[in-house]
């Protein structure tokens, strides 16, 4: 049986992916911190699909914890999908350190740490998948939240020269460029019309991995969002505030 790891299991997001995978019959270890309270999620996985279910408990602020963490795996995963994120309050991260780093353990230190200790092994049998979970928020730096996006920017960064460096190694990297989630509780027509529910987030984001694609943008129409964001000349940018 196949293993699929999920790195930052509990939100909505990523349990849809969870419950996709194991419906294609792979079976599942899935991280996060007190990941225990996933237990009744994992039963019904078991029960619904036959498959196997690992939780295991990671926290991306305990670095020395990054490289034992590998001996709780059994048998080495398929396919890694990274699913962790911290969304810091802006201003706070501008004064405190410890938002700060919480921001980039959570989208950007921890990610690359987990992932190089994986690809470590991953290379040795030249087979398997990667997928990262980024943030339009890292295509271009905004006052609003340029903690966050520059923690973003970099994993972004990180994943392309992954996909370049694993290339001939037969282990497909993709990145995704994530728009906003939808939470039920958008309070603009705008944001409303932008989000996108979780199962449907998941949905493409597996279908797209199984076509091997590199970088998808979800939606597909942030793409072209982004495309015009990232043309505005500087002059003009640093005067906007883009919500
Ligand atoms: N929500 C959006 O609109 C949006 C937009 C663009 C991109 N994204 C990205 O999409 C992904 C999922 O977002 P989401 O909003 O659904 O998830 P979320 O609710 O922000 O959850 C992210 C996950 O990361 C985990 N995490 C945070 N810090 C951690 C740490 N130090 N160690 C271990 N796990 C840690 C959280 O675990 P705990 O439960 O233990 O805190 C949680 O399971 C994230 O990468 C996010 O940045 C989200």
Not at 90 to 97: D, G, M, N, P, V
Not at 130 to 156: C, D, H, L, M, P
Request: glycine share 6%.
């Amino acid at each position: 049986m196949e293993y699929i790891l999920i790195i930052g299991a509990k939100s909505e997001l990523a349990k849809n992916i969870a419950d996709i995978y194991a419906s294609k019959g792979y079976s599942l270890y899935l991280t996060g911190r007190d990941i225990q309270s996933l237990s009744k999620f994992s039963e019904t996985l078991v029960s619904n699909y036959g498959v196997n279910v690992k939780l295991i408990n990671l926290d991306l602020n305990q670095y020395d914890t990054h490289k034992t963490f590998l001996k709780e795996l059994e048998t080495l995963p398929l396919g890694i999908i990274c699913a962790t994120g911290y969304y810091p309050n802006q201003l706070k991260a501008q004064i405190e350190t410890n938002e700060m780093l919480n921001s980039m353990t959570a989208n950007l230190i921890g990610p690359v740490s987990i992932i190089n200790y994986l690809v470590e092994k991953m290379s040795r049998i030249k087979k398997g998948f990667i997928v990262g979970i980024s943030s339009i928020s890292g295509e271009r730096g905004r006052k609003k939240n340029y903690i966050y996006g520059s923690a973003k920017s970099g994993f972004t960064t990180f994943l392309s020269g992954l996909r370049n460096d694993l290339f001939d190694q037969n282990i497909h990297v993709m990145t995704v460029i994530l728009g906003f989630i939808s939470d039920g509780t958008e309070s603009s027509f705008i944001k409303k019309m932008l989000s996108t529910k979780p199962r449907d987030v998941a949905e493409t984001i597996v279908l797209n991995q199984t076509k091997c694609k590199d970088v998808i943008y979800v939606k597909w129409y942030w793409r072209y969002i982004m495309f015009f964001i990232k043309n505005i000349p500087e002059f003009i940018f640093k005067r906007m505030d883009i919500k």
